[in-house]
């Protein structure tokens, strides 16, 4: 392995090759009008070729301006302080802007976390991969870019080539960037958060991917994630970053054996899981200090639970222990460090969920096509099947979570229930008034009862609105409260209980974090007193910190108001945490539904058991359960199209149970017992 961040000592042997990546002492600095912010405050760290070195952290440690730097793409107002950025002994920092242009995309490739910002929505996806191919010396443009797309996991690509950006899904998008990124055939790969907006499958199919190439071109890859499971999944060595500074730096095992630094054990305390259902996630509290201020002491203490006088006073150094390097006052002079075992939450009689016999939604054979229109007069030369037929039902004080891959229907589900968009046929039932048809007066009223809480908080809050506002529109529009100074109060309430200010009321959504624009999301869901709210992919964009923070919330406004929850996800630790039904979605149906003990801990549907075998977990003692190079369990990334999905059973093409019925005939439910239902032939663990 490479030397870890210095000051950390060395541990490179004698006439070993130079590392691939050398970054020395980098500083980042932004002017303000209130002063001089370090984003990135003396960072070192190598990289050697072959190796992933994957970079942790909350939203706001600096992690993305670390990635930004490296490849000289920081904003107008930021700029390299100090530091040395040396990529294969070249110093990047002192390149001229034509020598950089050919390093980005050759020498260094780039995912980034938004693809839906990154790429141009006005050219092809094949017109922007042959771009890239042609600046970098590649003339096969549409030969390297058809192959690039079917790496990549992209169905039919031959036609998807000729596809804008809008028509493909969010993790589609991602793997794009990602083929874009591996044209020039880098020596280094930046991914900053890779994975975050694929479902489990596509993930376990771009990290192979990812790993595979890196294992035949030798290429060296900053991974930037705040996902532990992808850590353990791909990094050699892990470096964790708080406030501009790297604070722990260690191999990949020893670092899920026993993490040192006081903040990197909260970020493994936060993790949903089985274990802490109907308990509190012990997630650190606050957020991320803003970097505008001087730091005396360490920048973690105010958030740290064994933090003393010394840590406000004085900034900790380097200690090294064991293989493992941290800067914490707590190791001072210690060689051998304490165990790290995770608080077991138990299911107390008043954490136990609220049984209830009142269903507040039916859902019943709700069919959602969409048509597919060509030629000059737009006629109709196909269906896509989004939603085929769902049915489940959802009592008060439950949560039910729709599980799935992307692209499977479960947002057209969630939208539909609220007749954002119209269903072709079926059944929603919301205390036993049907909504679909409901128009007017009539439809706003179920509306009162029905919320959605929308997977981007950004794109969902007016940006022109202040969040008292936003908060307070609902409750106008929707005739909750007449009176003025009462909806002040109530939005002022509800924001106290978010765990905001009634003071921010009067800031707009830019100036909060994507954690706290989230519960804004939330509190504007609540303000007209919902029975149920649809909350699609919430946690998806959110660090492990944050996630927990909003997880516990949920979970407390669910107890005091029992409240029912459809929870879009395709986060399975979030389902196992929070979850008391389960139901798993395919190419627009309903494949198996049940509890989630059952769900998840004897899954019936092969397709159900691929899911969570694509899942990059930890395991209760710490260790990672695979490591880099291994390939993930998990079914083939090739997609039916919902446009002509396959005959018989959907899922027979991925299966490896499929027999001749399966290839014929859709198979009827099968009832398991205690609520337990699969759509299978050949139904496992029976």
């Given at each position: 392995?490479?030397?870890?961040?210095?000051?950390?000592?060395?541990?490179?042997?004698?006439?070993?090759?130079?590392?691939?990546?050398?970054?020395?002492?980098?500083?980042?600095?932004?002017?303000?009008?209130?002063?001089?912010?370090?984003?990135?405050?003396?960072?070192?760290?190598?990289?050697?070729?072959?190796?992933?070195?994957?970079?942790?952290?909350?939203?706001?440690?600096?992690?993305?301006?670390?990635?930004?730097?490296?490849?000289?793409?920081?904003?107008?107002?930021?700029?390299?302080?100090?530091?040395?950025?040396?990529?294969?002994?070249?110093?990047?920092?002192?390149?001229?802007?034509?020598?950089?242009?050919?390093?980005?995309?050759?020498?260094?490739?780039?995912?980034?976390?938004?693809?839906?910002?990154?790429?141009?929505?006005?050219?092809?996806?094949?017109?922007?991969?042959?771009?890239?191919?042609?600046?970098?010396?590649?003339?096969?443009?549409?030969?390297?870019?058809?192959?690039?797309?079917?790496?990549?996991?992209?169905?039919?690509?031959?036609?998807?080539?000729?596809?804008?950006?809008?028509?493909?899904?969010?993790?589609?998008?991602?793997?794009?960037?990602?083929?874009?990124?591996?044209?020039?055939?880098?020596?280094?790969?930046?991914?900053?958060?890779?994975?975050?907006?694929?479902?489990?499958?596509?993930?376990?199919?771009?990290?192979?991917?990812?790993?595979?190439?890196?294992?035949?071109?030798?290429?060296?890859?900053?991974?930037?994630?705040?996902?532990?499971?992808?850590?353990?999944?791909?990094?050699?060595?892990?470096?964790?970053?708080?406030?501009?500074?790297?604070?722990?730096?260690?191999?990949?095992?020893?670092?899920?054996?026993?993490?040192?630094?006081?903040?990197?054990?909260?970020?493994?305390?936060?993790?949903?899981?089985?274990?802490?259902?109907?308990?509190?996630?012990?997630?650190?509290?606050?957020s991320v200090p803003p970097l505008d201020r001087a730091f005396l002491g360490c920048r973690f203490a105010e958030r740290c639970p064994a933090a003393f006088d010394r840590c406000d006073d004085e900034a900790p150094g380097w200690h090294r222990v064991g293989?493992?390097?941290?800067?914490?006052?707590?190791?001072?002079?210690?060689?051998?460090?304490?165990?790290?075992?995770?608080?077991?939450?138990?299911?107390?009689?008043?954490?136990?969920?609220?049984?209830?016999?009142?269903?507040?939604?039916?859902?019943?054979?709700?069919?959602?096509?969409?048509?597919?229109?060509?030629?000059?007069?737009?006629?109709?030369?196909?269906?896509?099947?989004?939603?085929d037929g769902v049915g489940f039902r959802l009592a008060a004080g439950r949560t039910l979570a729709l599980v799935g891959e992307s692209g499977c229907g479960k947002t057209t589900v969630g939208k539909a229930i609220l007749q954002l968009v119209s269903p072709?046929?079926?059944?929603?039932?919301?205390?036993?008034?049907?909504?679909?048809?409901?128009?007017?007066?009539?439809?706003?009223?179920?509306?009162?009862?029905?919320?959605?809480?929308?997977?981007?908080?950004?794109?969902?809050?007016?940006?022109?609105?202040?969040?008292?506002?936003?908060?307070?529109?609902?409750?106008?529009?929707?005739?909750?409260?007449?009176?003025?100074?009462?909806?002040?109060?109530?939005?002022?309430?509800?924001?106290?209980?978010?765990?905001?200010?009634?003071?921010?009321?009067?800031?707009?959504?830019?100036?909060?974090?994507?954690?706290?624009?989230?519960?804004?999301?939330?509190?504007?869901?609540?303000?007209?007193?919902?029975?149920?709210?649809?909350?699609?992919?919430?946690?998806?964009?959110?660090?492990?910190?944050?996630?927990?923070?909003?997880?516990?919330?949920?979970?407390?406004?669910?107890?005091?108001?029992?409240?029912?929850?459809?929870?879009?996800?395709?986060?399975?630790?979030?389902?196992?945490?929070?979850?008391?039904?389960?139901?798993?979605?395919?190419?627009?149906?309903?494949?198996?539904?049940?509890?989630?003990?059952?769900?998840?801990?004897?899954?019936?549907?092969?397709?159900?058991?691929?899911?969570?075998?694509?899942?990059?977990?930890?395991?209760?003692?710490?260790?990672?359960?695979?490591?880099?190079?291994?390939?993930?369990?998990?079914?083939?990334?090739?997609?039916?199209?919902?446009?002509?999905?396959?005959?018989?059973?959907?899922?027979?093409?991925?299966?490896?149970?499929?027999?001749?019925?399966?290839?014929?005939?859709?198979?009827?439910?099968?009832?398991?017992?205690?609520?337990?239902?699969?759509?299978?032939?050949?139904?496992?663990?029976?």
């Open positions: 392995m490479s030397s870890v961040l210095q000051p950390a000592p060395a541990v490179r042997t004698t006439g070993r090759e130079a590392p691939l990546l050398e970054v020395a002492g980098l500083r980042v600095a932004i002017d303000t009008p209130r002063g001089t912010i370090r984003p990135v405050d003396g960072v070192t760290l190598s990289i050697d070729a072959g190796e992933t070195f994957a970079l942790l952290g909350e939203s706001g440690c600096g992690k993305s301006m670390t990635a930004l730097a490296l490849a000289r793409l920081l904003p107008d107002a930021a700029r390299v302080e100090h530091g040395e950025v040396k990529l294969g002994g070249t110093d990047l920092l002192h390149l001229p802007e034509v020598a950089m242009r050919r390093v980005r995309g050759g020498r260094i490739g780039m995912i980034f976390q938004e693809p839906g910002t990154s790429l141009n929505p006005v050219m092809t996806v094949g017109e922007q991969i042959a771009e890239v191919l042609r600046q970098h010396g590649r003339d096969d443009g549409s030969r390297a870019a058809l192959s690039l797309l079917e790496a990549v996991g992209i169905p039919d690509p031959a036609r998807r080539l000729n596809d804008y950006p809008f028509q493909f899904s969010g993790g589609m998008k991602q793997r794009v960037m990602i083929a874009m990124a591996l044209a020039g055939q880098p020596e280094l790969l930046i991914a900053d958060e890779p994975t975050t907006a694929l479902d489990v499958t596509i993930q376990a199919q771009v990290l192979d991917l990812l790993a595979g190439i890196q294992a035949e071109r030798g290429m060296g890859m900053l991974l930037i994630t705040h996902d532990l499971g992808v850590v353990a999944r791909m990094a050699h060595r892990v470096g964790v970053m708080y406030a501009g500074e790297v604070v722990e730096t260690a191999p990949r095992d020893a670092f899920f054996a026993v993490p040192l630094h006081p903040y990197s054990r909260k970020l493994f305390a936060a993790l949903p899981s089985a274990a802490h259902r109907g308990g509190m996630l012990d997630a650190p509290l606050g293989r493992q390097s941290v800067r914490c006052h707590l190791y001072e002079g210690v060689a051998v460090p304490r165990p790290f075992e995770r608080l077991a939450a138990g299911l107390s009689a008043a954490a136990a969920p609220r049984e209830s016999a009142r269903i507040v939604l039916e859902v019943r054979d709700l069919v959602v096509h969409f048509p597919v229109r060509k030629g000059l007069l737009r006629r109709a030369v196909g269906q896509v099947r989004a939603v072709t046929s079926g059944s929603v039932e919301l205390d036993g008034v049907e909504m679909v048809g409901q128009s007017g007066e009539n439809l706003k009223a179920l509306r009162r009862a029905v919320q959605m809480v929308f997977q981007d908080p950004f794109s969902s809050l007016n940006p022109r609105m202040r969040v008292g506002e936003i908060i307070e529109e609902g409750m106008a529009s929707l005739g909750v409260e007449t009176d003025p100074a009462a909806r002040r109060r109530a939005a002022d309430l509800l924001l106290e209980r978010i765990g905001l200010t009634p003071a921010m009321r009067w800031r707009y959504p830019h100036e909060f974090s994507g954690g706290q624009r989230q519960r804004i999301a939330i509190a504007r869901a609540l303000a007209v007193s919902p029975r149920l709210i649809v909350c699609d992919e919430p946690t998806s964009a959110l660090d492990v910190s944050v996630q927990a923070q909003l997880l516990n919330l949920m979970r407390e406004l669910q107890r005091e108001r029992g409240l029912a929850y459809l929870f879009i996800t395709h986060n399975l630790a979030v389902v196992d945490y929070l979850a008391d039904d389960v139901a798993v979605m395919y190419l627009g149906r309903v494949v198996e539904q049940g509890p989630a003990e059952r769900i998840l801990r004897r899954p019936a549907h092969p397709y159900t058991r691929a899911l969570l075998d694509a899942v990059p977990e930890i395991e209760a003692h710490g260790r990672p359960t695979a490591g880099p190079g291994e390939p993930a369990r998990g079914v083939a990334v090739e997609l039916p199209s919902p446009l002509a999905p396959p005959a018989g059973c959907h899922f027979h093409p991925r299966c490896a149970h499929a027999s001749d019925i399966c290839r014929l005939t859709y198979p009827q439910e099968t009832e398991l017992g205690g609520g337990h239902v699969v759509r299978c032939h050949w139904p496992q663990g029976r």
